[in-house]
């Protein structure tokens, strides 16, 4: 090509005051030779580009569960890099087209799958390097119980994907799903079969990263707006049932963006086969002190208080998982309200992944303060105070010690 060039210049060179035709550029354009085997055919071995989403990072991922509250955020982290992202679905196409700006043209594709037809699964991780589960279930249906989804589906993701020669599988668990979780009032059948789906991974896909996370909050998130939730307050007295108030639960509540992003980072994280981490926050907090900031941001500290009668709100609950589509709350999920997170030191966190974790009382106020009380009143420079940040969990065990002595 590169002669070519110099050959229609030397000849415009000759003939100054004529001009090439311009089907010159054409026939120049068309020499290059496209066809040669010196242009790679493995999608991962392309040339790279500096970054962004116009370049190439040589990763293929499916996103399973890209339509799902983490899953969006995944999806945006891997096209800001330049992967070309992969996204089956279950829901409307309605649901999950706008997933298709977060890469660059072409670099997104939907196929449509069930979680139970292997046929559609493997056609979507066949070409795929890495391969990301986030799909898990809040709640059972008729069709689908907690097994179906969070273990028998976690297994067949990770067999096949093992078969399909997929090199990075990631799993996304709970940070409280353990062999022996800790027992509310019946104990959380999520959390076990969550558990269950950990070591069904392990079994089929003993290389694969699972992430254990704790609570995520975020702008659409079901931790921080769903104390905001008026069917979850009592009318009699007007306030927040919880297990004990709150004040024998201690929750490390993580920003969904920094889940995200150490999801991402672990693709290319060097030693991270077979490890489990744990997403948490930088600070742990007695869930009272959370619902306390909550209700000070709000500005309904007036009339809103934290209780312990929480009988009422079990009913409802149980009303609540009879209707056809997912609530709020059920008995499961006010089940694992109560548990307490806890991490294992042995685990690496995000911060191990090079993660900068997000404050929580910051992003907390950015969030829920667009939907406080009176949020249209033209108030005065300095009417109201900034409500105080919940005090960490050290804080009280510090009061303790600085009192025995």
């Not at 116009?54 to 995944?74: C, M």
């Not at 079901?222 to 024998?248: A, C, Q, T």
């Amino acid at each position: 090509m590169a002669s070519s060039v110099v050959a229609a210049k030397a000849t415009a060179s000759i003939f100054t005051r004529a001009r090439l035709p311009g089907v010159t550029g054409c026939i120049i354009i068309q020499q290059r030779n496209n066809s040669s085997g010196s242009v790679p055919t493995n999608i991962t071995s392309m040339k790279r580009g500096t970054g962004g989403r116009s370049s190439f990072s040589g990763i293929v991922a499916t996103v399973f569960g890209a339509s799902g509250f983490l899953g969006r955020y995944v999806c945006n982290k891997l096209g800001k890099i330049g992967s070309q992202v992969i996204i089956p679905y279950r829901c409307d196409a309605y649901e999950v087209e706008r997933l298709r700006l977060v890469g660059d043209l072409g670099q997104v594709l939907f196929f449509p799958f069930h979680l139970k037809d292997e046929a559609s699964i493997r056609k979507t991780v066949q070409y795929s390097n890495v391969v990301i589960n986030l799909i898990g279930s809040d709640w059972e249906t008729k069709n689908f119980s907690f097994n179906d989804v969070n273990n028998d589906g976690a297994r067949r993701l990770a067999r096949i994907s093992k078969e399909c020669g997929v090199k990075t599988f990631i799993h996304m668990s709970h940070l409280n799903a353990k062999a022996d979780p800790q027992k509310i009032w019946k104990g959380s059948k999520y959390l076990e079969s969550k558990y269950a789906s950990e070591l069904a991974v392990r079994e089929e896909f003993p290389e694969a990263i699972i992430f254990k996370s704790a609570d995520m909050y975020g702008s659409e998130d079901k931790f921080l707006h769903y104390f905001n939730l008026m069917s979850r307050w009592s009318v009699v007295p007007l306030g927040i049932p919880l297990w004990k108030k709150g004040e024998h639960t201690i929750k490390q509540p993580v920003y969904v963006g920094d889940v995200a992003e150490g999801i991402v980072k672990s693709i290319t994280a060097p030693d991270m086969a077979g490890k489990d981490v744990e997403c948490v926050g930088s600070q742990r907090y007695y869930l009272a002190d959370i619902v306390d900031y909550i209700i000070r941001i709000l500005r309904r500290e007036e009339f809103l208080r934290r209780t312990d009668r929480t009988l009422i709100l079990r009913i409802k609950a149980m009303l609540l998982e009879k209707i056809p589509f997912e609530g709020w709350y059920n008995l499961d999920k006010l089940e694992r309200e109560g548990v307490t997170d806890w991490t294992n030191p042995a685990n690496p966190t995000l911060e191990d992944l090079g993660v900068n974790l997000t404050s929580f009382d910051m992003m907390a106020y950015y969030i829920l303060f667009r939907v406080r009380r009176n949020a249209y009143y033209s108030e005065k420079l300095g009417e109201f105070a900034d409500p105080e940040p919940p005090k960490p969990a050290e804080f009280y065990s510090n009061q303790v010690k600085l009192a025995s002595s």
